[in-house]
């Protein structure tokens, strides 16, 4: 999955408009425009289309941690430079505060069967011997669970 789309696919799930996409960049204490919003939220064959990087979807999803379960004391988390799929993960499941138990019924919204133990390997470190990269499929599997947890009548 390209960065892209998991900001389009957060951003319908919540149903966000551009001031909230602002305000969320803004808690992690990143200035965007509406225009550069915008431009992150357009197809891929648009002209306007530009691609998110990956620390700034990181910033993202730290300001949707923000928001959702307040800011912590202290200086802001600084923004991974290099974003996986593992990490991306991790910070929905912050965000949203969701436990093992949680993601596994999401999961099972769209007919996705994860054990505790598969899912506990996907928050692990890299260099654990536990530690299992989380495929596209996967993430797009808990990103269109959450959207049908959350927005489900989206589904019709």
């Known amino acids: 999955m390209t960065n892209n789309d998991i900001l389009r696919r957060i951003r319908f799930t919540f149903d966000f408009n551009d001031s909230k996409m602002i305000e969320i960049f803004g808690?992690?204490?990143?200035?965007?425009?509406?225009?550069?919003?915008?431009?992150?939220?357009?197809?891929?064959?648009?002209?306007?289309?530009?691609?998110?990087?990956?620390?700034?979807?990181?910033?993202?999803?730290?300001?949707?941690?923000?928001?959702?379960?307040?800011?912590?004391?202290?200086?802001?988390?600084e923004p991974e430079k290099r974003l996986t799929n593992n990490m991306v993960f991790m910070k929905l499941r912050i965000a949203l505060n969701l436990k093992a138990e949680d993601i596994i019924d999401i999961l099972k919204l769209v007919e996705f069967d994860v054990s505790k133990h598969e899912l506990s390997s996907f928050f692990r470190k890299p260099d654990n011997k536990h530690y299992r990269e989380c495929k596209d499929q996967i993430l797009r599997n808990f990103l269109q669970g959450i959207q049908l947890d959350i927005r489900p009548e989206s589904a019709e």
């Open 27 to 77: 808690s992690a204490e990143l200035e965007v425009t509406r225009e550069q919003v915008s431009n992150w939220l357009k197809k891929d064959d648009d002209s306007d289309f530009v691609k998110i990087r990956d620390i700034e979807l990181a910033t993202f999803l730290n300001g949707l941690i923000n928001v959702k379960r307040g800011k912590k004391e202290g200086p802001q988390v």
